[in-house]
Nanobody
C-alpha cells in the first residue's frame, strides 16, 4: 500500500514537500509516479522515478520547479514542489509502475496499478 502526505495550503511562490510511503515494505523494483488531479479534470502525470536505476522524468510544467527523490532504503519517495502556482492546486497521488516504463509512457495513469489515497494541495493567496 502507498500513503501520500504533506499537502496543505500555501501561497503562490511557496513550497511543499509531499511524501509517499511504502506501507509495510519498500519500493524496490518499482517505478513511482506522482499525479495531479485538479478539480473537474483528469489525473495528470507530474513526475516519475525509477527505483531501479534512478531515472527521473518531469513534465514541461514541473521541470525546474519540482524534484522527485527517494531515500537509500527506498521506503519513501518525495516530491519537493517549489514556486507553486494556483494551477498546481488539486489532489496529488503517488502510484506504482514498472521501473522501466520510459519517458514516453510514464504519464499514462492506466499503466499504474497501486495508488495512494491522495493529498490535497491548495495554492492560493
Amino acid at each position: 500500500q502507498l500513503q501520500a502526505s504533506g499537502g496543505g495550503l500555501v501561497q503562490p511562490g511557496g513550497s511543499l514537500r509531499l511524501s509517499c510511503a511504502a506501507s509495510g515494505g519498500t519500493f524496490d523494483y518499482y517505478g513511482i509516479g506522482w499525479f495531479h488531479q485538479a478539480p473537474g479534470k483528469e489525473r495528470e502525470g507530474v513526475s516519475f522515478i525509477s527505483m531501479t536505476n534512478g531515472q527521473t522524468y518531469y513534465t514541461k510544467s514541473t521541470r525546474g520547479r519540482f524534484t522527485i527523490s527517494t531515500e537509500k532504503d527506498k521506503t519513501m519517495v518525495y516530491l519537493q514542489m517549489n514556486n507553486l502556482k494556483p494551477e498546481d492546486t488539486g489532489v496529488y497521488y503517488c502510484a506504482t509502475n514498472s521501473p522501466y516504463v520510459g519517458d514516453s509512457n510514464w504519464m499514462n495513469p492506466l499503466g499504474y496499478d497501486q495508488w495512494g489515497q491522495g493529498t490535497q494541495v491548495t495554492v492560493s493567496s
